[in-house]
């Protein structure tokens, strides 16, 4: 069964970091691009990041360039995200997801994260 | 960047009710199109991908059409589980952009 689980969410102050993770099982992880995807309170979807399955190919939406690096151990079978420089507008659940070409076709339950003071 | 833009924002049907669900690009994207499904408290769900092939696993009630910039999302013979919202998605360009969403009660 392909999953793949989000933890290191939770409450920082605006200006902080966190590293979100991934963990990958059910599937040739290292075969695979993935993405970022995060959802606002009372928002819709919004994709965040993409990283090729080889490192070698990485985008991020604007919002989030300089700030949040993804990332990838395929020996781990695990996806990053460190989040650094945080803002209240970056509060959303995120969502890691396989992406084979590009859209995502399995996605994790999501870590929330809550940017505040 | 492209953007989207998907239609209606809510709807309401009843059980056994078809509903389309429509979406527009601000440019050409071939079939790079897909459709997902969010219901509150479980993960995301990819319905359609590259305009209409079904994903595993997905009742054949869902069904996609369309290329270049005009493409829809039909959901026939309606169930109660149907009740969600959707969201159609570009991969033809970064930023991956999403519709607005379609808020679909039963």
């Known amino acids: 069964e392909v999953k793949v689980v989000e933890s290191g969410g939770g409450l920082v102050q605006p200006g902080g970091s966190l590293r979100l993770s991934c963990a990958a099982s059910?599937?040739?992880?290292?075969?695979?691009?993935m993405n970022w995807v995060r959802q606002a309170p009372g928002k819709g979807l919004e994709w965040v990041s993409y990283?090729?399955?080889?490192?070698?190919?990485?985008s991020y939406i604007d919002s989030v360039k300089g700030r949040f690096t993804i990332s990838r151990d395929n020996a781990k079978n695990s996806l990053f995200l460190q989040m650094n420089s945080l803002r209240d507008e970056d509060t959303a659940v995120y969502y890691c997801?396989?992406?084979?070409?590009?859209?995502?076709?399995?996605w994790g339950q999501g870590t929330l994260v809550t940017v505040s003071s | 960047d492209i953007q989207m833009t998907q239609s209606p924002s809510s709807l309401s049907a009843s059980v056994g009710d078809t509903v389309t669900i429509a979406c527009r690009t601000s440019q050409a994207i071939f079939t790079y199109l897909h459709w997902y499904q969010l219901k509150r408290g479980t993960a995301p769900k990819l319905l359609i991908y590259t305009a209409s092939t079904l994903q595993s696993g997905v009742p054949s009630r869902f069904s996609g059409s369309g290329s270049g910039t005009d493409f829809s999302l039909t959901i026939s013979s309606l169930q109660p589980e149907d009740s969600a919202s959707y969201y159609c998605q570009q991969t033809y360009a970064t930023p991956f952009t999403f519709g607005q969403g379609t808020n679909l009660a039963i």
């Open positions: 997801a396989r992406a084979p070409l590009g859209f995502s076709d399995h």
């Open positions: 990283i090729s399955a080889s490192s070698r190919t990485i």
């Open positions: 059910g599937f040739n992880f290292s075969n695979y691009n």
